[in-house]
């Protein structure tokens, strides 16, 4: 490790208050594998999965990192990084196949054994319901775009509340409902793979309800741990002072950010400005009954942070891992580079001072109505070789990861810019290198390095870097 890590780990150690928790977190289809195993049914991703063109070099997610069969060995790398908490997702489909009706015993156990094996290492669960897996047959009746996955949500939800919920020590029901609805239903570059555009909107309140429901449903189970939600957030900038640039920064704003949080958080859907009422319409005519189904008191607000988006006027050269989607291109918009930041493997800025000004925006929304925070996902991909042998330098993790939880401490500390803000954590995406959705295996986020051919884990500097803190801390 580098002498200027090890500076950075005393200083940041030093600004940790003693109940902060240092995790990881990951998801369910990123490293299991094992998809057709142990009873598992197939979800939307599967099946999104094996249409050609859909992933990067048509990597398959059937193996990932094999964690259905490792999850000892990995629980082990934990227990050795020294973290608090581990925030994994539960797979629908591997507890109840079809989305609804009988639960999956094998499904059940694996959970179970992974939490307690989570207990015994002193970890405490974070357990998320939906990072992405729908069920197939319930994708194949719309998924999201279906208001009734709201309510199969909440079933499946408090059949987990019910297995788990004496040890589970912290639930988020979803995962970035953004992403779900912007690249799934919005513009298929992930599963499903609709590209409806502004259409896609019901996905939105779908997603939100089934969150409100679940909370609802948790909670009638029992369960002891907290409840909250994690949603993606990013502030968003014009590309330039034009006002076309301005106002469709708002529009990309309100899509990104407010459609999710305002509802949970406030109780109602954001006004659009006056041009962007007619796409918006859909989410204008939510009973109040499912408004307050949504508007749940929740026990922390999960925050994932990346890069900040920069907006500009007209269709261009937007793009994702498997190129510029012809949805994208009938957008009346696409996001812009900041030239003044450097980038990561997926070409995102670094921007870790805008995780700070991301949580004073936050507080200055919504105020007293935002729960004490834990940032649930923080990390980036840097390119790194497929085989290795020997360490791994990955000071531009290192650097990513130090920077960004130096920036949410300053932030939150008194004097800080979100000094008001209640921070409680900071998840690093993610502890293994994993199926990165429609990156394939092309973007490596791990603390540990994962050989896809043998499945060798290998811990990078940034393990040890992390470890480092975490030990430094109980000094
Ligand atoms: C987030 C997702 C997570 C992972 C990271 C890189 O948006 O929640 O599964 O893909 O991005």
């Known amino acids: 490790m580098t002498v200027q890590g090890s500076v950075a780990v005393q200083v940041l150690a030093a600004r940790l208050s003693p109940g902060f928790t240092l995790g990881v977190a990951s998801a369910a289809f990123q490293i299991e594998g094992s998809l057709s195993a142990g009873g598992r049914g197939p979800s939307g991703w599967d099946a999104f999965a094996e249409k050609p063109g859909s992933i990067l070099d048509g990597h398959s997610p059937a193996v990932a990192c094999d964690h259905y069969n490792r999850a000892p060995e990995d629980v082990e790398l934990m227990r050795a990084l020294g973290i608090d908490s581990y925030r994994f997702s539960i797979s629908w489909p591997r ?5 609804t009706g009988p639960f999956n015993a094998a499904g059940l156990d694996f959970y179970d054994r992974l939490i307690d094996q989570l207990l015994e290492a002193g970890i405490s669960p974070m357990a998320t319901l939906y990072h992405w897996d729908t069920p197939l047959p319930l994708e194949h009746r719309g998924g999201w775009m279906n208001r009734s996955t709201a309510e199969r949500f909440a079933e499946y939800s408090a059949a987990a509340g019910r297995r788990f919920g004496d040890r589970v020590a912290q639930w988020v029901t979803l995962n970035e409902p953004v992403s779900v609805t912007l ?4 513009l298929g570059v992930h599963a499903p793979g609709h590209d409806l555009l502004f259409k896609a909107l019901p996905s939105v309140h779908h997603q939100l309800l089934g969150h409100g429901l679940a909370v609802q449903a948790l909670r009638a189970a029992g369960v002891k741990g907290g409840i909250g939600v994690a949603n993606l957030h990013s502030p968003v900038r014009p590309a330039s002072r034009k006002i076309s640039d301005r106002l469709l920064a708002k529009v990309f704003d309100l899509m990104m950010n407010r459609v999710y949080a305002d509802p949970i958080l406030l109780g109602h859907y954001p006004k659009p400005p006056l041009i962007a009422r007619p796409w918006f319409r859909s989410l204008g005519k939510a009973s109040d009954s499912d408004l307050r189904n949504i508007h749940q ?17 007209g269709p261009g050269p937007d793009h994702s891992p498997v190129g510029t989607t012809e949805a994208m291109a009938r957008l009346p918009f696409h996001t812009a580079d900041f030239p003044e930041y450097g980038t990561t493997g997926f070409g995102w800025p670094v921007a870790p001072e805008h995780l700070g000004i991301l949580l004073r925006e936050l507080k200055d929304r919504y105020g007293a109505a935002l729960p004490p925070l834990y940032i649930t996902e923080s990390g980036a991909s840097f390119p790194e070789p497929d085989h290795v042998s020997g360490p791994i330098a990955d000071t531009n993790r290192i650097d990513y990861l130090a920077s960004h939880l130096g920036h949410a401490l300053a932030a939150t500390s008194p004097g800080g810019i979100a000094e008001d803000v209640e921070l409680l954590g900071y998840y690093v995406w993610t502890l293994l290198d994993n199926f990165e959705w429609a990156a394939g295996f092309s973007q490596r986020f791990g603390l540990v390095h994962v050989d896809f051919d043998t499945l060798e884990r290998t811990p990078k500097d940034s393990y040890y870097w992390y470890q480092a803190l975490a030990r430094a801390r109980r000094a």
Not at 95 to 99: L, V
Request: with cysteine; net charge negative.
């Open 95 to 99: 507890i109840q196949p079809d989305g």
């Open 297 to 313: 008191p929740l026990d922390f607000y999960g925050l994932n942070y990346y890069c900040p988006v920069k907006v500009a006027t």
């Open 183 to 186: 690249n799934g239903y919005a």
